[in-house]
């Protein structure tokens, strides 16, 4: 039996579909949507060339689900070196909680109230974060080689409607420089969902970066990058103190690539985080490090497969639930003055099933686990659960309706707990 299910692992990656995929079938229809408007001295050139243009703006490996939509219009040069497209998304939620409430956009098991709040558990809540502009340019250049030019914002901001830079980057062929999503996470390989936060194991910190990216084979792709760092310490301003980070992440992933059906993606992440340690009247410094396996698969043309796994120390502020703490580095009660990097890991899987290619429904699993290696407050986070249940529909290839159930769980040290649920609606509208 064993040996039976190790075969049909490694056969995977070799899984063939013989039809196009529905998000295969979908894209196609959104390429066919564009209004292209041509620039330039010159020929009208070929729709072949044209095609080829818009398939660029179609090939970003760290593209996110809830990024907008290739834009509606193109600016095309005649020579077809050139391309610039100004697009968006308008993006209405609405929720209601019930049994236990989350206070924010996203749908944080480690928000749950425990124990539970006895006065509000119940809220409704609308909000257009998430409504996003961007400006892409795609060119070529005799001297440079290829190019592109991107910048993203968000209306999630001051008050949830304030515009908030997400992305703005530059990549000349290989070489990627600017504020950009980190290495070490795996956009492509989120379930889509129309919670804006995710499972816990989703690693969606952008930096400012320098990154190396390149297809050694057409199976194979590896990366490399340093990173600015953003580490969030608990020190505690009696026995230690806050010092500000000096050092670079460094993060690197090898991609396994399955033709045109998906990938698997190992990656990893190296953190420096300095600390002050106040009984010596010194600077300390610990190491943190991450590593990741994720994968997006679709064995058939209707299932989709969506997965990830991560274990580290020191990476708590990269992923899920312990964004919302200090967890990078905490104090060691057994040596006051001195911190470590505690231990946490998390995972998620997923499932998608297209009905047709305008309508699927996912369902959506996960869990992080915090776990540190010296006594710590029992009313301290030690894991949450996290699920969810969707239903989308493209009514066009740029205008789409879904809708969600969420259900999770806090759990303290101490063994108390609490649950939360929500169901929300959204409309989204792509130009």
Same mark, same amino acid.
């Given at each position: 039996?064993?040996?039976?299910?190790?075969?049909?692992?490694?056969? #995977? =990656?070799?899984?063939?579909?013989?039809?196009?995929?529905?998000?295969?079938? !979908?894209?196609?229809?959104?390429?066919?949507?564009?209004?292209?408007?041509?620039?330039?001295?010159?020929?009208?050139?070929?729709?072949?060339?044209?095609?080829?243009?818009?398939?660029?703006?179609? /090939?970003?490996?760290?593209?996110?689900?809830?990024?907008?939509?290739?834009?509606?219009?193109?600016?095309?040069?005649?020579?077809?070196?050139?391309?610039?497209?100004?697009?968006?998304?308008?993006?209405?939620?609405?929720?209601?909680?019930?049994?236990?409430?989350?206070?924010?956009?996203?749908?944080?098991?480690?928000?749950?109230?425990?124990?539970?709040?006895?006065?509000?558990?119940?809220?409704?809540?609308?909000?257009?974060?998430?409504?996003?502009?961007?400006?892409?340019?795609?060119?070529?250049?005799?001297?440079?080689?290829?190019? +592109?030019?991107?910048?993203?914002? %968000?209306?999630?901001?001051?008050?949830?409607?304030?515009?908030?830079?997400?992305?703005?980057?530059?990549?000349? %062929?290989?070489?990627?420089?600017?504020?950009? *999503?980190?290495?070490?996470?795996?956009?492509?390989?989120?379930? $889509?969902?129309?919670?804006?936060?995710? *499972?816990?194991?989703?690693?969606?910190?952008?930096? /400012?970066? /320098?990154?190396?990216?390149?297809?050694?084979? *057409?199976?194979?792709?590896?990366?490399?990058?340093?990173?600015? *760092? +953003?580490?969030?310490?608990?020190?505690?301003?009696?026995?230690?103190?806050? !010092?500000?980070?000096?050092?670079?992440?460094?993060?690197?992933?090898?991609?396994?690539? #399955?033709?045109?059906?998906?990938?698997?993606?190992?990656?990893?992440?190296?953190?420096? #985080?300095?600390?002050?340690?106040?009984?010596?009247?010194?600077?300390?410094?610990?190491?943190?490090?991450? &590593? +990741?396996?994720?994968?997006?698969?679709?064995?058939?043309?209707?299932?989709?497969?969506?997965?990830?796994?991560?274990?580290?120390?020191?990476?708590?502020? &990269?992923?899920?639930?312990?964004?919302?703490?200090?967890?990078?580095?905490?104090?060691? =009660?057994?040596? =006051?003055?001195?911190?470590?990097?505690?231990?946490?890991?998390?995972?998620?899987?997923?499932?998608?099933?297209?009905?047709?290619?305008? &309508?699927?429904?996912?369902?959506?699993?996960? +869990?992080?686990?915090?776990?540190?290696?010296?006594?710590?407050? =029992?009313?301290?986070?030690?894991?949450?659960?996290?699920?969810?249940?969707? !239903?989308?529909?493209?009514?066009?290839?740029?205008?789409?309706?879904?809708?969600?159930?969420?259900?999770?769980?806090?759990? %303290?040290?101490?063994?108390?707990?609490?649950?939360?649920?929500?169901?929300? &609606?959204?409309? $989204?509208?792509?130009?």
């Amino acid at each position: 039996m064993k040996k039976a299910f190790l075969a049909i692992l490694c056969a #995977l =990656p070799f899984v063939a579909v013989s039809a196009k995929t529905s998000s295969e079938i !979908l894209i196609d229809s959104l390429k066919e949507s564009h209004r292209v408007i041509l620039i330039g001295d010159g020929t009208e050139p070929s729709k072949d060339s044209v095609r080829a243009v818009i398939d660029m703006f179609y /090939v970003d490996q760290f593209r996110h689900f809830q990024d907008p939509s290739a834009p509606y219009f193109m600016f095309v040069s005649k020579d077809s070196r050139f391309a610039m497209g100004i697009g968006g998304a308008v993006r209405m939620r609405g929720w209601a909680d019930w049994g236990g409430i989350i206070p924010y956009n996203g749908f944080i098991p480690y928000a749950i109230s425990v124990p539970a709040d006895k006065v509000n558990r119940r809220k409704i809540t609308t909000t257009p974060a998430g409504t996003a502009l961007y400006f892409k340019v795609i060119g070529r250049n005799e001297r440079i080689g290829n190019y +592109q030019l991107y910048i993203e914002t %968000n209306f999630d901001g001051y008050n949830q409607v304030g515009m908030k830079l997400k992305k703005a980057y530059a990549t000349v %062929n290989d070489w990627t420089v600017g504020y950009a *999503p980190s290495t070490f996470g795996d956009p492509a390989a989120f379930p $889509q969902l129309i919670d804006a936060q995710g *499972p816990q194991a989703e690693v969606q910190t952008n930096a /400012v970066l /320098v990154r190396w990216m390149h297809n050694v084979m *057409p199976q194979l792709t590896v990366a490399a990058s340093i990173e600015s *760092p +953003q580490s969030q310490v608990g020190y505690d301003n009696i026995n230690t103190g806050h !010092l500000n980070d000096w050092v670079p992440n460094v993060a690197a992933f090898a991609q396994f690539n #399955l033709n045109d059906n998906g990938h698997i993606r190992l990656s990893g992440i190296t953190r420096f #985080l300095p600390y002050q340690d106040l009984v010596t009247a010194s600077n300390a410094m610990r190491m943190g490090w991450g &590593l +990741q396996l994720s994968t997006v698969m679709r064995p058939t043309k209707h299932l989709t497969l969506y997965g990830a796994g991560n274990i580290g120390e020191g990476y708590g502020s &990269l992923t899920g639930d312990l964004i919302m703490g200090n967890f990078d580095l905490i104090n060691n =009660p057994d040596s =006051p003055g001195e911190m470590y990097a505690p231990q946490s890991w998390a995972w998620y899987a997923a499932v998608q099933y297209n009905f047709r290619p305008d &309508l699927f429904m996912s369902a959506t699993v996960g +869990q992080e686990r915090f776990a540190p290696s010296h006594h710590i407050d =029992p009313t301290t986070y030690k894991y949450g659960l996290y699920s969810a249940v969707n !239903l989308f529909w493209n009514i066009t290839p740029r205008v789409q309706l879904g809708a969600e159930v969420n259900l999770g769980k806090r759990q %303290n040290f101490d063994g108390t707990h609490n649950y939360a649920r929500r169901a929300c &609606l959204m409309t $989204q509208f792509s130009f």
